[in-house]
């Protein structure tokens, strides 16, 4: 069964701490890997990744794929009380079925709490 | 554990027929949520209920209506399906409130019209 586990569950850190949040996951066909950081009603779209070792950064937040290892890591640096929220890992497994477009298994977030 | 459920896996429907996407939820949650998500779009809330009989537009609620008649199902209706409606649709539920509420998902309808 095709399953993503992301850890830890829940961190609290102080503003400018790094953090790094990590995702497993165990999936057949294996397409695209993403990451989601969830405040109000919509999670909001951060990262796509499909390719190992290749680093996607925006300001500072930052994330990496390993798909020898399968695995990802998020990280925050010089974190803010703005950038408290549920992190969403996903992962889209290629389908046979609808052409470009497979199924996409989420896991169960990581909530992050940064103290002022 | 939570879980999430969705009627159907895999759908296939033509061009003008009423869908309906059914979601059920076990833990009592009060907040339900209907996504889809289409790539490089990321996921964009359609419509979303906080309580029984209650529903509110999300982003892209054209095209679309829900229904919440029991706290443990939310419903998806496509009136007249269309071919860009072709997506993958997921639903969440979350216990309360909306600001850092952990939302659990389902695995994902994937709806094809043609």
């Known amino acids: 069964e095709d399953k993503v586990v992301q850890s830890p569950l829940s961190l609290v850190v102080h503003e400018g701490d790094t953090v790094t949040l990590n995702c497993s996951y165990e999936?057949?066909?294996?397409?695209?890997l993403l990451w989601y950081k969830q405040e109000k009603k919509a999670p909001t779209f951060l990262f796509m990744l499909?390719?190992?070792?290749i680093e996607k950064k925006s300001g500072r937040l930052s994330s990496i794929l390993d798909k020898k290892e399968l695995f990802s890591i998020l990280n925050i640096t010089a974190t803010q009380t703005g950038d408290s929220a549920v992190y969403l890992c996903?992962?889209?497994?290629?389908?046979?079925?609808?052409?470009?477009?497979?199924?996409?298994?989420f896991g169960k977030g990581t909530k992050l709490s940064v103290k002022p | 554990d939570v879980k999430v459920t969705q009627s159907s896996r895999y759908l296939v429907k033509r061009t003008g027929e009423k869908v309906f996407l059914e979601c059920v939820q076990d833990?009592?949650?009060?907040?339900m949520f209907w996504y889809r998500q289409d790539p490089g779009l990321g996921l964009r809330l359609i419509y979303f209920?906080?309580?029984?009989?209650?529903?509110e537009k999300g982003d892209i609620p054209e095209g679309y209506s829900v229904s919440r008649e029991k706290k443990e199902r939310f419903s998806l209706i496509l009136e007249s399906a269309s071919t860009n409606q072709t997506s993958m649709y997921l639903c969440a539920s979350s216990l309360r409130g909306w600001y850092q509420e952990t939302q659990y998902f389902g695995p994902g309808t994937r709806l094809l019209v043609l």
């Open positions: 996903a992962v889209e497994a290629r389908g046979n079925y609808g052409g470009s477009q497979g199924n996409l298994i």
């Open positions: 833990m009592d949650h009060e907040n």
């Open positions: 499909t390719s190992s070792g």
């Open positions: 999936v057949t066909n294996f397409r695209s």
């Open positions: 209920s906080y309580d029984v009989k209650m529903k």
